[in-house]
């Protein structure tokens, strides 16, 4: 499946970073990673970093899947409310994925400050009630976090429209959140893996999967084989493929990035992602070179050419509605693009074993809004698995979820 469409910024702005071998002969590792996006990458990074013998199989190009048409804003604020996640689950697992969302970003500059140059830079996160009826389950929301400890402040409609120039009844200031270059971040850990001894491999497509209660067995589209102690699926949305239950929705998402605005005009943007209560929403963050990329307009196609010819209409909407948010604002756009996304129903990833393939094989899709940040605790929940270690997460990130 296609992806993305359009040129995505990252791939134009970084070219093809590092190239890898295809597979020539059969292999034998520890640990086998299906897929070189960000899931893939951190995850072998996590596992490499900690003594573990591990080759990463890429179909096409490393970071070349919806990583590198993600807008990669880091938050911990997850699509599904704590106030909702905590009616369903409880204000223990609420709280706990929260606040690990809220850690997974101080991992990820941990990463990004050791491997340089990857465009990561904390901000303010900004989510403005779109609607006035929005606005109490926002007061709850605010209350329930500054409850627990998060960074949090309450901007009533006039300190909005003098700080932010934003018309809206209330927001919530968040000062917990980052922005990082994702594909950028993706091809430096790999081309990190190999120089530490891993491997990697692009071009390599693996068809056929065996697992069983000792290994994994592999197979490519040229018919080499692998054999693995430990596979982790991080083939993004095309995870799906390999599960007969419906775990998740395909969506399409679109962005688009401005021309350089001068910092006068970008204003609190500079350092604030702006984001709102309806659903799907509008986003924006700044760029280290002083672009506003702008994404939403989210819907059901899940077939590529479809997708791919509504990029201009969104990107036009997109820009409107940016407008009527910010109408001194500069906004030229540059390059507009559409990527797929996957949603579960609760807003939570999945990571770990399924019934299906046994516990040999492990899943890391990192599905939803904050995909990036649950990819980092991911990668920290696998390699306790394979280290037959408890986690703080196994449990709620795993698909027992489902039979709650
Ligand atoms: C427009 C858009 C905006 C987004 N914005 C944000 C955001 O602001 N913040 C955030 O945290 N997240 C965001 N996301 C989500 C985030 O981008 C994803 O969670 C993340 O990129 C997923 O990375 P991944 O490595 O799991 O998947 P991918 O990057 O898709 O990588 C999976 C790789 O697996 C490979 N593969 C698949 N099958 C095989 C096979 N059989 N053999 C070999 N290789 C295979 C694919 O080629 C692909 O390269 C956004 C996504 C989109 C599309």
Not at 104 to 114: F, G, M, N
Not at 204 to 229: D, F, K, N, Y
Not at 236 to 256: P, T
Request: glycine residues 8%.
């Amino acid at each position: 499946m296609d992806l993305k469409s359009g040129y995505p910024y990252w791939a134009v702005k970084n070219g093809l970073m590092n190239a890898f071998p295809p597979l020539q002969d059969d292999l034998r590792c520890e640990v086998a990673v299906i897929g070189g996006g960000i899931t893939g990458a951190l995850i072998a990074d996590e596992l490499a970093g900690n003594g573990h013998d591990v080759a990463v199989f890429e179909q096409r190009d490393v970071g070349w899947g919806s990583s590198s048409a993600s807008t990669a804003l880091l938050q911990y604020e997850i699509d599904t409310h704590m106030t909702d996640l905590a009616k369903r689950y409880g204000q223990d697992d609420a709280l706990l994925a929260y606040a690990s969302c809220a850690e997974a970003i101080e991992l990820l500059q941990d990463k990004a400050r050791d491997i340089r140059d990857v465009d990561f830079a904390w901000m303010d996160s900004l989510y403005y009630a779109s609607k006035r009826r929005h606005a109490g389950t926002l007061r709850d929301e605010f209350a329930l976090r500054l409850s627990h400890g998060f960074q949090v402040e309450l901007l009533e409609r006039e300190a909005l429209a003098g700080r932010y120039g934003i018309d809206a009844p209330v927001a919530i200031l968040s000062h917990q959140a980052a922005r990082i270059d994702p594909y950028r971040m993706a091809s430096r850990l790999l081309a990190r893996l190999r120089k530490r001894g891993g491997q990697v491999f692009d071009r390599t497509r693996i068809e056929r999967i065996q697992a069983g209660s000792r290994g994994v067995l592999m197979q490519t589209s040229e018919g080499q084989q692998i054999r693995a102690g430990h596979l982790v699926m991080a083939a993004g949305y095309a995870s799906q493929h390999w599960l007969k239950q419906n775990v998740a929705r395909n969506r399409s998402s679109y962005a688009f990035i401005t021309d350089p605005i001068e910092p006068e005009a970008l204003g609190a943007l500079a350092d604030t992602m702006v984001w709102e209560s309806a659903r799907p929403y509008l986003y924006m963050r700044s760029t280290g070179d002083g672009r506003l990329l702008i994404g939403g307009e989210d819907d059901s196609v899940d077939v590529p050419a479809r997708r791919d010819a509504r990029v201009d209409k969104k990107a036009k909407t997109l820009r409107r509605r940016v407008a009527e948010l910010f109408p001194e604002l500069p906004l030229q756009p540059a390059f507009a693009w559409a990527g797929t996304f996957a949603e579960t129903s609760d807003g939570l990833p999945f990571f770990g074993p399924h019934p299906q393939h046994g516990p040999r094989l492990h899943f890391a899709m990192a599905y939803g809004g904050n995909g990036i940040t649950y990819s980092m605790l991911g990668a920290g929940l696998l390699r306790a698995r394979i280290e037959k270690r408890k986690h703080r997460l196994s449990e709620l990130f795993s698909f027992k979820r489902l039979d709650r």
